[in-house]
């Protein structure tokens, strides 16, 4: 079954304590990408992914770093997370239609 | 990416169409419409798109203005399950375009 998978689903950690977001897809889909979503906000893309070894800043990239050393794995990462990073974080893969989402990450940084 | 212009929200009754409309007036040649939709917090699911021919696929039919200036997703029996946030996006086709642009999108509530 063609999917993306994230994990953890549910996370509350800590001001300060790196964390990182798994983001995994079955279709070798070149193109990935993150995003965040916040109440009156939407969906906001943090970073994309064209192939291996590319990456690039959406529009709200500040305060976390993410990596693609495989096609299949597209992992997000909180150096030293903040509250004001509390949100649901999806995972996206496409090639070139269709986008899959996985089911989201709820991440509260107390 | 072109914007997009969706109405706020929407109700609809069960078994009835629904019809969501969405505004692009600055879309290009190239780009291409497309539907997702969000239901509660799940990850947006795709549903349609199209160039400027009209689509239909087993969950939603597309119909494109002549002059690509706006569209309409039509869901032709609407079940409760259709309750959710749906989004309008404008995308050129090619392959290294970057990213949808999410708005906010219409919510649809389907009332039995």
């Known amino acids: 079954e063609a999917q993306v998978t994230q994990n953890p689903r549910y996370l509350i950690t800590v001001t300060g304590k790196k964390l990182t977001v798994t983001c995994s897809q079955n279709?070798?889909?070149?193109?990935m990408s993150w995003y965040r979503q916040d109440p009156g906000l939407g969906l906001r893309q943090i970073y994309y992914?064209?192939?291996?070894?590319?990456?690039d800043k959406g529009d709200v990239p500040e305060g976390y770093k993410v990596s693609r050393k495989e096609k299949r794995n597209f992992p997000l990462i909180l150096e030293s997370p903040s509250p004001n990073q509390t949100s649901l974080y999806f995972c996206?893969?496409?090639?070139?239609?269709?986008?899959?989402f996985g089911q989201g990450t709820r991440l509260t940084v107390v | 990416d072109a914007k997009t212009t969706q109405p706020t929200s929407m109700d609809c009754a069960e078994g009835r169409a629904a019809n969501l409309p969405c505004n692009h007036s600055?879309?290009?040649?190239?780009?291409?419409v497309y539907w997702y939709r969000q239901i509660h917090s799940q990850g947006p699911q795709y549903i349609i798109h199209?160039?400027?021919n009209n689509e239909t696929n087993e969950m939603a039919s597309l119909i494109i203005t002549e002059d690509r200036k706006s569209s309409t997703l039509i869901l032709p029996h609407a079940t409760l399950r259709d309750t959710a946030v749906y989004y309008c996006?404008?995308?050129?086709?090619?392959?290294?375009?970057?990213?949808?642009?999410f708005g906010a999108g219409t919510r649809l509530t389907v009332k039995p």
């Open positions: 996206a893969s496409r090639w070139n239609t269709e986008a899959f």
């Open positions: 279709m070798n889909h070149e193109y």
């Open positions: 992914s064209m192939n291996v070894e590319v990456t």
């Open positions: 600055t879309i290009s040649g190239n780009e291409y």
């Open positions: 199209g160039l400027k």
């Open positions: 996006i404008v995308r050129g086709g090619s392959y290294n375009n970057n990213d949808m642009r």
